[in-house]
């Protein structure tokens, strides 16, 4: 399947499932790296708009490219309130924004998905001189018993399970291609934290290869996550060790 459609009609465990990102990184995007509420940023691959939405609320300008449609259409429902969002039909090869448009790239929870060569391309087509991009993700912490848990559980159960984040690896081949060697790492923590069993069951079910209801195997799937959840939860509540990374870089535009 083309991963365009790989979320055909997830919208809406995505927008309830996902979460958000800290509050603290978004802070440094608008006091260490320019960002500002005259900034023009493309957002690509912004599903609902979770992360796009952190951005809006600074008073940024914001494409938020989209290739699913189902997608789109809760981005633009999710977003309706904020005058500076524009919902764009794109992929990560072909925004069909102007040349030089764009002061920032984001990508939140998405990268793996593009191909690296021709996002960079695009990148290059759209960005204004100096122009920064933000490869972001939400990453489990593996060396956490609970977070190895649910790898098996995914593992014995989604086909098209690869590993949390696309099974991205630090520093991994796309990235170096993608910067050509040049750019910075960082992580903050950002543990998970789900008040209901409900709430984790969606932001698994969230997960572009997990199984849906009427897939072989679904019932016994949701048994072992709720299973889960009882076992780590503590008085309730389930904390999920998580950090969140981001790769950030200025490609050499002019060349």
């Known amino acids: 399947m083309n991963s365009t459609h790989k979320f055909n009609g997830l919208a809406e465990v995505y927008a309830a499932g996902r979460p958000a990102y800290p509050d603290s990184f978004v802070d440094e995007l608008y006091s260490q790296h320019g960002f500002s509420r005259e900034s023009v940023i493309a957002d690509v691959a912004s599903g609902t708009g979770k992360f796009a939405r952190l951005l809006l609320e600074r008073g940024s300008f914001v494409y938020c490219v989209e290739p699913n449609d189902d997608m789109r259409a809760r981005a633009a429902e999710e977003l309706s309130g904020y005058s500076g969002a524009r919902i764009v039909n794109g992929t990560d090869a072909r925004t069909s924004l102007y040349d030089h448009s764009v002061d920032f790239v984001t990508a939140a929870q998405a990268f793996h998905?593009?191909?690296?060569?021709?996002?960079?391309?695009?990148?290059?087509?759209?960005?204004?001189?100096?122009?920064?991009?933000?490869?972001?993700?939400?990453?489990?912490?593996?060396?956490?018993?609970?977070?190895q848990h649910s790898f098996r559980i995914f593992t014995?159960?989604?086909?098209?399970?690869?590993?949390?984040?696309?099974?991205?690896?630090?520093?991994?081949?796309?990235?170096?291609?993608f910067f050509e060697g040049e750019y910075t790492y960082k992580e903050y923590n950002h543990p998970l934290v789900y008040t209901s069993k409900e709430a984790f069951i969606i932001r698994s079910l969230?997960?572009?290869?997990s199984l849906q209801e009427g897939d072989p195997g679904y019932s016994q799937y949701l048994e072992e996550l709720s299973n889960l959840?009882?076992?780590?939860?503590?008085?309730?509540?389930?904390?999920?060790?998580?950090?969140?990374?981001?790769?950030?870089?200025?490609?050499?535009i002019r060349k």
């Open 113 to 147: 998905w593009f191909d690296p060569v021709l996002f960079r391309k695009e990148c290059v087509r759209i960005l204004k001189n100096s122009g920064q991009v933000f490869l972001i993700w939400n990453l489990r912490d593996m060396q956490s018993g609970l977070n």
């Open 156 to 177: 014995r159960y989604c086909p098209d399970f690869k590993g949390f984040a696309g099974g991205i690896k630090q520093d991994d081949i796309r990235i170096r291609r």
């Open 206 to 209: 969230s997960g572009s290869y």
């Open 229 to 252: 959840f009882d076992q780590y939860a503590v008085d309730g509540t389930l904390t999920v060790p998580n950090k969140m990374i981001v790769y950030f870089g200025t490609l050499n």
